[in-house]
């Protein structure tokens, strides 16, 4: 996807002025100092915590599910942290657009970058396979600050937030592409590019299998079985971790998984699940939750989410 300017003319109508207040709210919060940033996220988290039914719900069916070892008050503390982290991760997101870079370099430890060195000295590309935290975009703002990282796009709803996010992705990564621009994006890493992927989230039925998640089976994703299989590049797994205390973030990268892909999509996803799995333990709150992970369902089996509301479409 080509660079573009950011065409602020065609969002003056007063339909945006909100969006332009958020924006200008996330634009100061990008120059306050760290632990402050932080602190206001986490309050942020906490409002939505108690405002957004719907999507507390989501998150406490997940956290039910997953977590079912737990006492319902420590799931619940669980469901309260991980909104104390969504909130902190729109504090990031502002960090991951407007922040300075000296600021960012101070924040990150990168653990395993051999093994992306290792693969590009080959000539092979490498598939950098990560999940949906919420620390994401602050990752690939982090790991780009010094190395080349393309990703895939998706664009939001609201046209406003969606331009300004594609202009700051777009000066973030080596490249980006739209989610259809699939034959780009195998190009890119045959041509030894590094290519960020996350493949953890329900996408449907459609070219994924039930494979079990955290106990329960869900709808997972093949791509990664076949973007290995047609660009030949090994899949380098990576988690991002924020710290405790203010410490900032630690991105770590794992050896190549081998023998990838296996016999069958099924083994494929199985293993990249437990993967995830693994990782998310570490620091549980800290995934995304609010993501309706088995929306899908096999056959017969009950919907575990209540009725998505109806949302106004901007005019």
Not at 129 to 143: C, D, P, Q
Not at 272 to 283: P, V
């Amino acid at each position: 996807m080509s660079k573009q300017s950011f065409p602020w003319w065609d969002y003056l109508a007063p339909k945006f002025w909100p969006s332009w207040l958020g924006l200008a709210s996330m634009r100061i919060l990008a120059l306050l100092p760290y632990r402050l940033q932080l602190f206001i996220g986490k309050i942020i988290g906490h409002l939505f915590y108690r405002i957004a039914k719907y999507r507390r719900e989501i998150v406490q069916t997940n956290i039910r599910l997953c977590f079912a070892d737990l006492s319902p008050e420590k799931q619940e503390k669980l469901v309260l942290d991980h909104f104390h982290s969504l909130g902190i991760s729109i504090a990031e997101t502002a960090m991951s657009w407007w922040a300075n870079e000296n600021k960012l370099r101070k924040l990150v430890t990168i653990k395993g970058i051999e093994y992306i060195e290792q693969a590009l000295r080959e000539g092979t590309g490498a598939i950098f396979l990560g999940a949906h935290y919420t620390t994401m975009e602050i990752s690939g703002r982090l790991f780009s600050l010094d190395h080349d990282l393309a990703a895939s796009y998706q664009q939001l709803r609201n046209p406003l937030f969606n331009q300004v996010a594609l202009n700051a992705r777009e000066r973030t990564f080596h490249q980006i592409f739209a989610r259809n621009e699939i034959r780009a994006s195998f190009r890119y890493i045959k041509q030894n590019h590094l290519m960020w992927i996350a493949a953890d989230q329900d996408a449907g039925i459609e070219n994924s299998v039930f494979v079990p998640f955290l106990g329960h089976l869900a709808a997972t994703q093949t791509v990664a079985s076949r973007m290995a299989k047609i660009t030949k590049a090994p899949i380098i797994p990576y988690i991002s971790r924020r710290l405790d205390n203010a410490q900032g973030y630690v991105l770590e990268i794992f050896p190549p998984i081998e023998n990838f892909p296996g016999d069958s999509l099924e083994e494929d996803a199985i293993r990249t699940n437990q993967l995830i799995e693994e990782q998310i333990r570490k620091a549980p709150e800290q995934y995304l939750w609010v993501h309706r992970r088995f929306k899908t369902r096999p056959e017969g089996m009950p919907k575990l989410y209540s009725r998505k509301p109806r949302r106004a479409k901007m005019k």
